[in-house]
């Protein structure tokens, strides 16, 4: 090229002028190419390295089958293919609200699980709320968006690379990386970790959805025995014990609980519950449209609440903060219109319940409300049974007293044998009252002393006189076979203290007594007044409420009756705590 620019010196300026400017253009060109050719190359270079690390990438997710073992995997393969020194990997919790970490290099391994941030927290947590990668070359521990944590010896790291994991455009979760010295991140570097933050993304997806159908899958299962249970078991405190049992197992709850509306007092009752606190199984009574599970029940609508330790209208926020629970779903328990009682559900963690899970516990409590109802017409049905016998028997016993009557009472006016035959039925129909009012099976004697001492006291009474009249002693409970006989008995006692103690004297005292020990069960009716004769003999007495008295005690209760005088009579009948089997 010199010599033959030398050799135009010779020429004339016109003629060099143009083959100058074609020589210039010429190197122009040519430099234009060789920049071209290495950005191709470049280019080539960049699609080969992303070839490679999809290739890595797609080795890792499918050499391993665990959600971890992936994610492991994957923080290495981001390692090499970034030329960084450490990768950490988070993911959103449940609630969406934190980002926990899940994976991470071999040095913040020991961290996995323990490190938290909320969503806009840190470079990370601005990454998440943002939707957007961050790329600090230098000194990221003092950007103004830096969270620091002493145990993950962040201050050791210059750079920071972070990127979303966004699966339909929704963030799960952020990966970054980081190096000890100050780097500036390139484009092809951003891509790589691009790249594996949408495989991330991919494979928390896929894993949620496999979780999702084997906890459908489950629940399905559960739903399906408790049904069958409840077809064919006919005893509710079974059914619903049953109940809150696998649906706190199978749910993954703290805490499942049935409360039945009690309608006579308007209260909702703890009928069965998973938790083995005994301050959590007496908690008392909650009456409807009180708390979360009243309102729930009162409005027959189904109320869920975040956090019931931060909840004003919750009751019982102490024991909810000593049992650890926190999330609530109140599910009323409804068949045919009508709200029976609410199915509680507590988290132990904030759990946000979905629209599936709802519906899953709706399902199961609308089972839980037929078995309510088919066993509260099972029960009906045998009170029924129950009744029709206890009245057959009652009858057959008004029978025999009318015969005894009959039989020892010819002396005594027919006033004063229809007022005794009037007051046995009488006692006979308390028995029968209080167990529709209270209990099926028990009664307190307590009160069926009270009731038939204001019954015989209202009989055999005159206006004027001035008698003091009481019950003393536990509420203690007998079956409604012995409460007939103890029924019967008191009536006697009563009647013969008033009418022939203290009526005799116009003035005085009948005080009924009960004691129990763990063997036996006392009875004693005192009285002032008239006292009994010399040498009187209740076996030998031709009186019928003694007689009376004598049979059923030794023949009904298996006891002994003693009558005793003095200042004050007292007739004592004792008798077993605990009947004795039948052979």
């Known amino acids: 090229?010199?010599?033959?620019?030398?050799?135009?010196?010779?020429?004339?300026?016109?003629?060099?002028?143009?083959?100058?400017?074609?020589?210039?253009?010429?190197?122009?060109?040519?430099?234009?190419?060789?920049?071209?050719?290495?950005?191709?190359?470049?280019?080539?270079?960049?699609?080969?390295?992303?070839?490679?690390?999809?290739?890595?990438?797609?080795?890792?997710?499918?050499?391993?089958?665990?959600?971890?073992?992936?994610?492991?995997?994957?923080?290495?393969?981001?390692?090499?293919?970034?030329?960084?020194?450490?990768c950490h990997i988070y993911l959103l919790n449940e609630n969406r609200t934190e980002l926990v970490l899940r994976a991470a290099d071999e040095e913040a391994r020991p961290m996995v699980g323990k490190i938290r941030l909320k969503v806009g927290e840190g470079i990370t947590g601005w990454v998440a709320?943002?939707?957007?990668?961050?790329?600090?070359?230098?000194?990221?521990?003092?950007?103004?968006?830096?969270?620091?944590?002493?145990?993950?010896?962040?201050?050791?790291?210059?750079?920071?690379?972070?990127?979303?994991?966004?699966?339909?455009?929704?963030?799960?979760?952020?990966?970054?990386?980081?190096?000890?010295?100050?780097?500036?991140?390139?484009?092809?570097?951003?891509?790589?970790?691009?790249?594996i933050?949408?495989?991330?993304?991919?494979?928390?997806?896929?894993?949620?959805?496999?979780?999702?159908?084997?906890?459908?899958?489950?629940?399905?299962?559960?739903?399906?025995?408790?049904?069958?249970?409840?077809?064919?078991?006919?005893?509710?405190?079974?059914?619903?014990?049953?109940?809150?049992?696998?649906?706190?197992?199978?749910?993954?709850?703290?805490?499942?609980?049935?409360?039945?509306?009690?309608?006579?007092r308007k209260h909702l009752v703890l009928k069965a519950t998973s938790s083995k606190s005994r301050e959590y199984i007496s908690k008392p009574n909650l009456p409807l449209g009180e708390s979360i599970a009243g309102r729930a029940a009162q409005q027959g609508r189904i109320i869920t609440v975040q956090d019931v330790k931060e909840h004003p209208q919750y009751t019982f926020a102490d024991i909810a903060a000593k049992e650890g629970v926190c999330s609530l779903a109140c599910i009323p328990l409804r068949t045919k219109g009508e709200t029976l009682g609410v199915l509680n559900c507590y988290t132990a963690r904030p759990?946000?319940?979905?629209?599936?899970?709802?519906?899953?516990?709706?399902?199961?409590?609308?089972?839980?409300?037929?078995?309510i109802e088919n066993s509260q017409l099972h029960i009906r049905s045998a009170i029924l049974q129950e009744m029709h016998h206890r009245v057959k028997n009652n009858l057959q016993t008004v029978a025999s007293l009318l015969r005894l009557q009959v039989r020892y009472g010819k002396q005594d006016s027919a006033e004063t044998a229809l007022l005794e035959s009037i007051n046995r039925i009488r006692s006979i129909a308390v028995v029968h009252d209080m167990l529709s009012r209270e209990d099926l099976d028990t009664v307190s004697v307590r009160k069926l002393a009270d009731n038939i001492l204001s019954n015989v006291a209202a009989t055999w009474l005159p206006e004027g006189h001035r008698v003091s009249v009481g019950v003393e002693g536990p509420e203690l409970l007998l079956d409604s076979h012995r409460a007939t006989s103890v029924a019967l008995v008191l009536n006697e006692l009563i009647q013969n203290a008033l009418e022939h103690g203290v009526g005799a004297a116009g003035e005085g005292m009948v005080r009924v007594v009960i004691s129990a020990d763990d063997e036996r069960v006392s009875i004693c009716v005192?009285?002032?007044?008239?006292?009994?004769?010399e040498g009187f003999d209740p076996q030998k007495s031709r009186n019928l409420g003694l007689q009376i008295v004598e049979n059923l005690t030794r023949g009904e209760l298996k006891g002994s009756f003693v009558l005793s005088g003095g200042e004050t009579t007292r007739a004592e009948v004792a008798f077993a705590l605990h009947p004795e089997p039948h052979p």
């Open 1 to 86: 090229m010199r010599l033959f620019r030398r050799n135009l010196r010779s020429d004339s300026a016109e003629e060099v002028a143009p083959l100058l400017e074609q020589l210039q253009l010429k190197e122009r060109q040519l430099l234009e190419a060789q920049r071209v050719i290495q950005q191709l190359q470049e280019q080539l270079e960049e699609q080969a390295a992303e070839v490679d690390a999809l290739r890595r990438i797609g080795a890792a997710v499918g050499s391993a089958f665990e959600v971890d073992e992936t994610l492991n995997a994957l923080v290495e393969v981001a390692l090499r293919l970034t030329g960084t020194e450490s």
């Open 129 to 195: 709320r943002e939707k957007r990668y961050v790329a600090v070359p230098r000194e990221a521990y003092k950007d103004h968006r830096f969270k620091f944590f002493p145990e993950m010896r962040e201050r050791e790291y210059e750079s920071i690379l972070a990127v979303p994991l966004l699966h339909d455009n929704e963030v799960i979760g952020v990966i970054n990386v980081r190096t000890h010295r100050p780097h500036e991140y390139s484009r092809n570097q951003v891509r790589i970790l691009s790249n």
């Open 197 to 264: 933050a949408a495989q991330v993304a991919g494979v928390i997806e896929r894993s949620r959805r496999l979780q999702q159908l084997e906890r459908r899958a489950e629940q399905v299962s559960t739903l399906t025995e408790i049904t069958r249970q409840i077809a064919s078991n006919l005893y509710l405190e079974e059914i619903l014990q049953f109940l809150v049992n696998m649906t706190a197992q199978a749910m993954g709850y703290k805490i499942c609980t049935v409360m039945l509306i009690d309608e006579e």
């Open 351 to 371: 759990h946000r319940f979905t629209d599936e899970e709802i519906s899953l516990l709706s399902a199961l409590a609308t089972h839980a409300a037929i078995a």
């Open 526 to 533: 005192e009285n002032t007044g008239q006292p009994l004769p």
